[in-house]
Nanobody, 120 residues
């Protein structure tokens, strides 16, 4: 069974930091592209950052220099370090895996999300 479980969200003041984690199971992790997305109230879900299978990363322009995605293929975990938060970063943050499950089947899976609330 494939599972993605996010943690690390919370309520913080502007300028503070959080460390969001996504622990996976049932995922052939090293074969997957891992991504973090977010969805603010009344807005569509948007891509925040992605870590590809070869270790390359990309970040949305709105978070460049403040957010950093990383992956640990041994622990089957991806982390989003979010620094210097602003109120515009308030959203539910979701982990995404795209690639293959341990079973060998193709995979496109989401976690349940973790809430980040930033107050001024």
């Amino acid at each position: 069974q494939v599972q993605l479980v996010e943690s690390g969200g919370g309520s913080v003041q502007a300028g503070e930091s959080l460390r969001l984690s996504c622990v996976t199971s049932g995922v052939a992790f090293s074969t997957n592209t891992m991504g973090w997305y977010r969805q603010a109230p009344g807005k569509v879900r948007e891509l925040v950052a992605v870590a590809s299978r070869d270790g390359g990363t990309n970040h949305a322009d709105s978070v460049k220099g403040r957010f950093t995605i990383s992956r640990d293929n041994i622990k089957s975990t991806t982390v989003l370090q979010v620094n210097n938060l602003t109120t515009e970063d308030t959203a539910v943050y979701y982990c995404n895996a795209e690639g293959r499950a341990i079973s060998g089947t193709s995979l496109q899976s989401w976690g349940q999300g973790t809430q980040v609330t930033v107050s001024s």
